[in-house]
């Protein structure tokens, strides 16, 4: 079993910045990949990015692309997701997911684990 906690999100202005932070226990063994996805009030699930546990591979949606980046602790068992230079349309419910696929990772339903998600608002 895997478990997921999500913290960091609030509110901010436009073009500033947050730090996600997802904290992960149990069965992870250096293998797999965390994703970041977040989701708006009527819209449906949406990819941000991911990382693999070795760090060494990083992937992001186009919408973030150059804006967010991902990085990983593994002595603290924690990924971020560094959001830089914000716009009011990523308001959103910020949730990570891990996964020991390596395939198919721009789809939620290939992760297997995810967190409580946590709010970030941004204002114009």
């Known amino acids: 079993q895997v478990q997921l906690v999500e913290s960091g999100g609030g509110l901010v202005q436009a073009g500033g910045s947050l730090r996600l932070s997802c904290a992960a226990s149990g069965r992870i063994f250096g293998i797999g990949y965390m994703g970041w996805f977040r989701q708006a009030p009527g819209k449906e699930r949406e990819f941000v990015g991911y990382?693999?546990?070795?760090?060494?591979?990083?992937y992001f949606a186009d919408s973030v692309k150059g804006r967010f980046t991902i990085s990983i602790d593994n002595a603290k068992n924690t990924v971020y997701l560094q959001m830089n230079r914000l716009k009011p349309e990523d308001t959103a419910s910020y949730y990570c997911?891990?996964?020991?696929?390596?395939?198919?990772?721009?789809?939620?339903?290939?992760?297997?684990?995810w967190g409580q998600g946590t709010q970030v608002t941004v204002s114009s």
């Open positions: 997911a891990f996964t020991w696929r390596s395939s198919s990772l721009l789809d939620y339903s290939t992760y297997n684990y």
């Open positions: 990382i693999s546990l070795s760090g060494d591979y990083t």
